[in-house]
């Protein structure tokens, strides 16, 4: 079956400017996850969805970022007034539960690599 | 102490040979343990996941767990050039937030 997808692939925009960047993880897993990941690093958490539910979001680097997944299945990141420090490449990643042992294997995404010019 | 620490290497083994990976976590609740390899400039693949004590093999990786150590370990046998990629420990407490160590770069010498 399909992956994780993520669109756009590839973001340029301007300092100031809003961002969306989506996920539309596999299909019937409950659990998606979004990472911001630096270059020579592990993916670093931002927060969790669980079903439409956003039940963690203590990874988010202040209040320009959002999440939203509101009929629990794609994802939307919003990053509003966008900095040169947002550069980096966001992944999001999905699994079947994000609490039950066994079901909370995640699965990634290909990435959307954002530039702040 | 950051909470899933790995050596970030770069690890060199000839082809053929053991390569072994180590990751130490901080949070002893921690229940569930994955190693991702990434390629570079591709996204985190899936190779183990291990949740209980002792040795999970799967192939030619074998995965170990030592909660009292707080330990975690990847064995990799009959190492392939095809192998050379960062290999990320990832540990889960329980709740949502999965952590991801920093990854160690193996390197296979053909």
């Known amino acids: 079956g399909a992956g994780v997808s993520q669109s756009p692939r590839y973001k340029v925009t301007k300092r100031g400017q809003d961002v969306a960047l989506r996920c539309d993880p596999i299909s019937g897993h409950v659990s998606l996850y979004w990472y911001r990941q630096a270059l020579g690093q592990g993916p670093e958490f931002l927060t969790y969805?669980?079903?439409?539910?956003?039940?963690?979001k203590s990874g988010l680097p202040n209040d320009r970022f959002s999440a939203e997944r509101p009929e629990g299945s794609i994802s939307t990141l919003t990053i509003q007034r966008t900095e040169q420090r947002d550069s980096a490449m966001y992944r999001c990643?999905?699994?079947?539960?994000?609490?039950?042992?066994?079901?909370?294997?995640?699965?990634f995404g290909p990435g959307t690599r954002l530039t702040v010019l | 102490q950051k909470e899933v620490e790995q050596n970030s290497g770069p690890l060199s083994v000839p082809e053929g040979a053991i390569a072994s990976l180590n990751c130490t976590y901080s949070d002893r609740v921690s229940q569930s343990f994955f190693w991702y390899r990434q390629y570079s400039g591709k996204s985190p693949e899936l190779i183990m996941s291990i949740y209980s004590n002792g040795d999970k093999e799967d192939g030619r990786f074998t995965a170990q767990l030592n909660k009292a150590s707080q330990y975690v370990s990847l064995l990799i046998r009959d190492s392939q050039p095809s192998d050379s990629a960062t290999y990320l420990c990832?540990?889960?407490?329980?709740?949502?937030?999965?952590?991801f160590g920093a990854g160690t770069r193996l390197f296979v010498k053909a």
């Open positions: 969805f669980n079903y439409e539910a956003q039940q963690d």
């Open positions: 990832a540990v889960n407490t329980g709740g949502f937030k999965t952590i």
């Open positions: 990643a999905s699994s079947l539960s994000g609490r039950a042992l066994y079901d909370n294997e995640q699965f």
